[in-house]
């Protein structure tokens, strides 16, 4: 598959980067003309990626988020958030719905909700190096678009 466009953002794990950094991916997806649907889909899936970098990876100081988002030829957009925080001791078990180490806090919903709404999520981790989430969404082609790639 054909790279087509690709950002690199590093910013620090501050709250308030949760939301800049959706807005950020989400604009950047905008040239592949996504429906509203799609584009609130790939919002969440962020806002739940960079939220446990902020919360669980860097639980108690602040660290770098890596950011990148990268456009393919067949129309679809693969994310990856990146932490170098304390990493998961076990990504199967983390993935399951429900599953939290965050306390009341936390849904432990962040996982299954960036797997519902994305084609395909991975996630590496290592204890005490970081994690690494990497998403994929394709991107509907609709009639009357204004073909840009
Ligand atoms: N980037 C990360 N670094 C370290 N641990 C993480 C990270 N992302 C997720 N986790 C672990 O996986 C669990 C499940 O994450 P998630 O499904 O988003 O639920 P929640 O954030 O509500 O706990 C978290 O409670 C945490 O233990
Ligand atoms: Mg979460």
Known sequence: MKSINKFT????????NEAFARSV???FVLQLDPTLD??????????EAVTNCIVHAY????GKIYISAEIFSDNSV??????????IPNV????EPLYTTGGEDRAGLGFAVMQSFMDNLKVKSTIGKGT?????????LRAGKNATL
């Open 9 to 16: 953002i590093t910013l620090p794990s501050r709250s308030y």
């Open 25 to 27: 991916v989400s604009s």
């Open 38 to 47: 799609e584009l609130s889909d790939i919002k969440t899936a962020v806002s």
């Open 59 to 62: 639980k108690d100081y602040i």
């Open 78 to 87: 693969q994310v990856k958030i990146r932490d170098t925080g304390c990493g």
């Open 92 to 95: 199967a078990e983390a993935m």
């Open 132 to 140: 690494t989430v990497t998403m994929r969404k394709k991107i509907s």
